[in-house]
């Protein structure tokens, strides 16, 4: 059995659009990074499934590969950016970030 590009693809939108919803409304620092995370695998998800149906080039495969390395860096930098501004700031709100900028 065989699943269609289309539903792959409808899929990796439905991912891609709560990722971006999440991002854009929520004001919590680890919900903001959970967000990027939904977004880069959504992406991930429409390479590889691209790349499933073109099977002779392997390029999705490896953007795919960069993206998770990409998506690991961020979370760990990102996971200690929130670390350090909740035990200076003691809250991980968005909006209390303001303090970064001097």
């Known amino acids: 059995?065989?699943?269609?590009?289309e539903y792959f693809v409808i899929v990796s939108a439905a991912i891609f659009l709560t990722g971006a919803v999440g991002f854009l409304l929520r004001?919590?620092?680890l919900v903001l990074l959970m967000s990027i995370e939904l977004m880069l695998n959504a992406v991930n998800l429409t390479?590889?499934?691209f790349n499933r149906q073109y099977t002779g080039d392997h390029t999705g495969q490896i953007f795919t590969?960069?993206?998770i390395?990409?998506?690991a860096a961020e979370a760990a930098?990102?996971?200690a950016i929130v670390l350090a501004f909740f035990r200076l700031r003691?809250?991980?709100?968005s909006d209390d970030a303001d303090l970064?900028?001097?």
């Open 1 to 5: 059995m065989t699943i269609p590009l």
């Open 27 to 29: 004001r919590n620092l």
């Open 47 to 49: 390479l590889v499934a």
């Open 65 to 67: 590969f960069f993206i």
């Open 69 to 71: 390395a990409i998506a």
């Open 77 to 79: 930098v990102g996971l």
């Open 90 to 93: 003691n809250t991980v709100r």
């Open 100 to 102: 970064l900028r001097n």
